[in-house]
């Protein structure tokens, strides 16, 4: 169980009694700043990394995830045409995505305590190498029409994207506080993201038809993801000299010096992570997947509700899921500046929560497009969020890595589910997505439950009120966060050490479930 219910007046009222919270908070800051202090004394020329810099990193690291995000956005646009070149039915399709989320369940997590470890320019630089093989891989399976060559391609991807998915984010979060750029950074790369996606939906089919060969289509993606190698070497430079040359940053509002490689591995703490990151990793499970399985099937969906050619489903289907790319950038502001993550949470599960129930009540044309239109927004608002969220309900900045790689691992697993148990619906009703919607419904469903007893929770426990904290607040109550730490190793030490634990076995569970789905499918046939 979590600690017990307090509130910021019962914090405030318990540091008058105590040893002078906030003065132990302020020292705490000047020792990051003697800590910044000694290191520019032992070499003069380490000074603060300048805004510069910082922005310089970002748009690099966009930049590198663009090629990625293209090619996520193609084989969900081409669900209808890889069904028909490879001839597949929509159980094998999904065991083709399957394949990819496997492999993310098998090694995210041991990714995400190396990345630590090592830092995030390392590993993107191999991560983005192998992805980099795995589409080339891609594009020659689709090539010569090859079902399984193009799993063992989707997972010699995984690979890579196992390694750059986390290292990126390791990355903002070393150079970035909570409530101090890391949600404005997030939002900026989504957002550059975002327009990756577009460009990859909404070609793909366009390419196809006018080539005539659907597999060039891969190779246009394999060619984009040349040139993130390009940026990804540029980046690790980058990065290097950056190290030499600029003191590491401290969190204002608690004094931690944030860094991008620890010097041990830290399993330790990853099993002693807060009950308010589970909570939050609660939502990811059903909103993330929600959004994830539904783009991957958008397009096939638009087809069929819309009565349309797959060029023209494709582009409904971009713009609606990623023109609100603009809107990305904004909510990190805004996220930094008001914070309110937990309200934000609440207003894209109930947006996702309407949008899936269109899609399953109302199967016309105008039902579908409302879908389409409420679905875009909505989703705008989830993962900046629930990211920046992960960051600021961590003790320890050190170890970001590896609870991001749990938000992975969580997610994927999920899907493997959701993917092979909507598979077999759909093929069961004719390919129609009248009954997979129905599983839509009930995750989104899930998602808004989850918010709803956040925000709820929130207005008595000031763990997860923190949350909630607009900039101001918790520079001011940052004392706050650090008793609330100091308590939960110590004083409730053993009960949350226990919550955490049990947590952890959980996902364990929720990754062999999914194995057995997917080697289900395997022993099934359904990967002929």
């Known amino acids: 169980m979590p600690d017990t219910v307090t509130t910021d007046h019962a914090v405030d009222q318990s540091s008058m009694t105590t040893s002078e ?23 003069p020329k380490k000074v603060a990394v300048p805004l510069k810099w910082k922005l310089a990193s970002i748009l690099m690291v966009s930049a590198i ?45 041991v990714s995400g305590v190396v990345t630590d470890r090592i830092g995030g320019a390392g590993a993107i630089l191999y991560g983005n190498l192998l992805f980099t093989v795995g589409s080339l891989l891609v594009a020659g399976a689709a090539q010569v029409q090859s079902y399984r060559f193009m799993i063992g391609g989707r997972v010699i991807q995984a690979l890579g994207d196992i390694a750059t998915q986390v290292a990126q984010y390791k990355i903002f979060s070393s150079w970035f506080p909570p409530s101090h750029g890391f949600a404005s950074t997030l939002g900026l790369e989504l957002g550059i993201g975002k ?10 089919n366009i390419i196809s038809q006018n080539t005539g060969n659907f597999a060039n289509v891969f190779w246009v993606a394999a060619g984009m993801n040349l040139f993130t190698n390009v940026m990804t070497a540029g980046f690790y430079w980058f990065t290097n000299v950056a190290n030499r040359k600029f003191a590491s940053t401290a969190d204002p509002a608690t004094g931690e010096e944030l860094t991008e490689k620890n010097k041990k591995f830290e399993l330790r703490k990853v099993l002693e992570l807060p009950w308010v990151f589970w909570a939050v990793m609660a939502f990811s499970l059903f909103e993330t997947s929600t959004a994830i399985v539904y783009t991957q099937n958008a397009t096939e969906l638009a087809e069929q509700r819309l009565g349309v050619s797959a060029v023209k489903a494709g582009w409904y289907t971009s713009v609606v899921q990623y023109g609100g790319f603009f809107i990305v950038p904004l909510l990190g502001v805004f996220i930094d500046v008001w914070g309110n993550r937990l309200t934000i949470l609440l207003v894209c599960g109930l947006g996702v929560f309407l949008s899936m129930c269109l899609v399953n009540w109302n199967t016309q044309m105008s039902g579908t497009s409302a879908s389409f239109a409420i679905y875009a927004v909505a989703y705008c608002f989830g993962p900046a969020t629930i990211i920046d969220s992960i960051r600021t309900s961590l003790w320890d900045q050190s170890i970001f890595g590896s609870a991001y790689a749990i938000k992975i691992t969580v997610n994927n697993a999920m899907n493997i589910v959701v993917r092979v148990v909507c598979g077999v619906l759909q093929d069961a009703d004719n390919n129609s997505y009248d009954t997979v919607s129905i599983v839509y419904v009930f995750l989104a469903a899930c998602s808004v439950l989850v918010s709803i007893l956040l925000c709820v929770f929130a207005f008595f426990n000031v763990d997860l009120r923190r949350l909630q904290w607009t900039r101001k607040q918790r520079v001011a109550k940052g004392y706050i966060i650090n008793e609330r730490n100091e308590k939960f190793h110590n004083e409730n030490g053993d009960r949350n050490r226990l919550v955490s634990k049990i947590c952890f076995i959980s996902v364990i569970f929720l990754v062999l479930g999914s194995w057995c789905g997917y080697f289900w499918g395997v022993a099934t046939g359904n990967n002929d």
Do not use: R
């Not at 646009?77 to 399709?93: R, W």
């Not at 327009?195 to 939906?201: L, T």
């Open 65 to 109: 995830g663009f090629g990625s995000h293209w090619s996520s956005g193609i084989t969900g646009a081409m669900k209808s045409t890889i069904k028909k070149e490879l001839h597949i039915n929509n159980t094998q399709y999904a065991l083709l995505e399957a394949s990819e989320d496997f492999m993310v369940t098998l090694l995210m997590l």
């Open 195 to 204: 327009i990756g996606a577009f460009a990859g939906k909404s070609s793909a």
């Open 21 to 43: 919270p906030k003065s132990k908070n302020e020292v705490m800051i000047a020792v990051g700043e003697a800590g910044s202090d000694s290191e520019a004394g032992e070499n």
